[in-house]
């Protein structure tokens, strides 16, 4: 079992994973300037630290903090932090090659949240009730609008945490919330989300369901929160998983004015409730007929009728930072990609020990539509295991599109690598294997009717194994060349590769 090498209690909530990456030269930059959320501070960090599928030019770089914001002198804004491999790592406590082994070991040694008095709680420092005259979300908080064509402003970072009316059990996700007037958001939700099940039985009871935003937490509850079933299944709290990744439990506190708990140590908690058979136009104010920037590159269409969440309160810690990410970003790729690597490995390695080595779910695809496994073949009996292999991440993550396999003497990290072993380990005809008419993920524009006759529905797709891996009898055949292993520093002083 990986354990982190942070000390217990050294990254706890937001400010302390700040503090640690202030310690590196190149991890978090900040700036006074003075910059407008609407579409300024996001345009200005696609430059610094954007990379994932956003429009080029883009770079991978440091998380920024905007400490003077537009129309909001008590609230800074934080955009990037998990948007490298390596800082992740350095918050997590663990090379960046092993990732998906912690997070598969935190799954599997959940730690589950505790509830802690409210006087304890740093995030109700402030406190604003929405029945007080003249409460606005929109004045009160810099939700970022991505672009000058979103919908509006939306709130990308929420930990959205609500439990099962029936069951009590609680669930944590990620959505994306717009804000629509002084105290409703909309919220989308892909199909099939567990927080979607409890807001539908809600409803079919004639209910509304209470639900709290934490924004600005300890990273390992962000990643924690991006785990999808089978894994989680329905039922799993995910903030058991940030439990376990940092050896104690999530502290949680009883909310102000709704019946639900909130994370305790958050920048900003937004309570509410999902009000039952009511829906906006996602783009009512704007009329853009676009949502925001998503994770495969594109801007999502604003939807026709999406949730709503009646705001209560907003309760925050005092000059609270506002947390924001880009759809497409090593952000989104490092939240979504290393969950789904954890589900792979966990489930590969269920059916057959020690032959998957390890895992990539590659940023093109958002850390969601592309893996690249990398397979081990020790014995003849292992040909065909490979291709198994690649089913079983199909059934570990349902949104995976593409896997590409490859040798245990490919670096699967780097692209140049994976695609070398395309180029001289794959024939296109026998090598692929199509699996076509399978549920994938609707924001990829390409699992449409209309690019497809075929797909009955947005979201169906054709799954598709790269097989780049040599046949185990012609392994002797794939050595790749072997140089002689010598002393650069020689030749060289202090020079490293
Ligand atoms: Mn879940």
Redesign the pocket.
Known sequence: MIKSTLKQGEVYDLRSALALLAAYPDELISTDVEADPDAEISGVYRHVGARGTVMRPTKLGPAMLFNTVKGFPNVRVLIGLLASRQRVARLLGVAADKLGFLLKDSVNNPISPVVIPAEQASCQQVVHLASTPGFDIRKLLPAPTNTEEDAGPYFTMGMCYASDPETGAS?V?IHRLCVQSADEISMYFVPGR?LDAFRMKAEAAGHALPISISIGVDPAIEIGACFE?PT?PLG?D?LAVAGSLRNQPVELVNCVCVNARAIANAEIVIEGELIANYRVREDQNTNTGKAMPEFPGYTGEAKQAVPVIKVKAITHRKQPILQTVIGPSEEHVNMAGIPTEASILDMVERAMPGRLLNVYAHPSGGGKYLAVMQFKKSLLSDEGRQRQAALLAFAAFGELKHVILVDEDVDLFDTDDVLWAMQTRYQGDISTVFIPGVRCHPLDPSQSPAFNPQLQDVGISCKTIFDCTVPFKLKAQFQRSQFKEVDVTRFIPGFTP
């Open positions: 669930d996700t567990h079933p989680t799993f995910e």
